[in-house]
């Protein structure tokens, strides 16, 4: 009998010292894979990310804001708005900025859209089309960001401007 409980707990110790081991390799297996921050991948591959943002707070009457296309629009995933004034807003590599309006068409008048925006770190241009004139008018266009490192990043933009 006290063979057969030292053959038993031998037995015990060799296999829970085998799960161990196992555990220990799937564990050392998987701190092998890299998570990268997406923001931080994008900056070193010379992109620039451009992210969703509500619809600011900071816009109380007439504005434009646009989304990449017709199904984020409806969705309300913009990535730009402005107050037709003098203010755009955007998330621009992780950070949100409000920059100021350099130059914007009339878009009561213009068939064609075009805002000028500049920060310290970017230079947008919104170039976009009437496609619907109702009581809001809807554009079609692009977004050109450029940073002063001459990258520049080109969007498709579908949005609105009205009151």
């Not at 504005?63 to 995933?77: G, I, L, Q, V």
């Not at 003098?86 to 949100?96: P, Q, S, V």
């Not at 920060?119 to 692009?142: C, H, M, P, Q, R």
């Amino acid at each position: 009998m006290k063979y057969l409980i030292i053959f038993f707990s031998a037995f015990l110790l060799i296999a829970c010292k085998k799960d161990k081991e196992t555990i220990h390799n799937s564990t050392s297996a998987d701190s092998l894979t890299v998570v990268k921050d997406s923001a931080k991948a994008q900056a070193a591959s010379g992109k620039i990310q451009v992210d969703i943002i509500p619809f600011p707070k900071e816009i109380k009457e007439c504005s434009c804001y646009f989304a990449r296309n017709k199904a984020d629009f409806e969705a309300e995933k913009y990535i730009y708005a402005d107050d037709a004034g003098k203010t755009a807003y955007m998330k621009l590599d992780g950070k949100r900025l409000a920059m100021n309006l350099i130059s914007s068409s009339d878009m009561e008048v213009d068939e064609e859209l075009t805002k000028e925006i500049e920060s310290d770190n970017y230079k947008i241009s919104v170039k976009g089309k009437k496609i619907k004139n109702e009581e809001a008018l809807l554009f079609e266009g692009t977004l050109t960001i450029e940073k002063p490192d001459g990258t520049v990043e080109t969007l498709p933009i579908y949005g609105e401007c009205g009151c």
